[in-house]
């Protein structure tokens, strides 16, 4: 049976600072499988993560706390568990999104185990930034990335000041079926939260080096922020 077994990392970041490439070693001794992602932390922050071992990125971009990190009592249950090799160094680099510091501790919680053949399907995620002025459209690309088919498996967000008064319509290349939907979504239509994620029943398999197409657009008349996350696999099959 395995047993529970997490790693915990902790840094301060002082005002609007960026911190990169801090390496955090797992132990020797076992390959290790996260299943949660747990964060404390007092202010938001961004992230990106790599595994070293095999070059490996978390993200396409840098990640918004508030979509990536759980906590104890409701955490980032990942759908598809990330899987790390013994002696991996990971590489996180920060940026504190405060004009004031900022104590971080991300916890990874899962087991130790001997892994005899890793998984073809690794976990990726896509995240994206906006902003819009007031009654304001826009339209945005996604260029995914060519190592790999993406399965879309779950879309998570963050919106400042729980704004959901913005329209948004997602479109994919390279897909029989471009449009997600027949008309613009209000985002909270689409998009949960990283702790209550909308979990596509019919995850959608888009192709190396296509495109996802986001048109936003703010029905009031107050500037929206916000940050999107489609989150999923890459397919090495």
Known sequence: ??????YAYNIKLSAKQFIPDKIFSLHSDKDFIVEKVIAYFDHPFKVKIS????TYEWFHSYCHSNLFFGTAEYPNILQYPIELGRSTNLKMSFINLADEDNNIQIYFEG????????????????PFDYELQPYASKTEHIVLENSADFLLTRLIGHFENNAYDVNVLIRFSGIGDTDFSNISLKLGNLFGTVLKPNILNHPIRLRKNSIITIDLKNEA??????????EGVKLYE
């Not at 049976?1 to 997490?6: F, K, T, W």
Request: zero cysteines; hydrophobic letters at 30%.
């Open 1 to 6: 049976m395995n047993r529970v077994y997490g």
């Open 111 to 126: 087991y130790k185990v001997d892994i005899k053949n890793f998984s073809k399907k690794i976990y990726f995620s896509y």
């Open 221 to 230: 008349n107050e500037v929206r922020k916000g940050s999107l996350l489609f």
């Open 51 to 54: 595994d070293t071992k095999t």
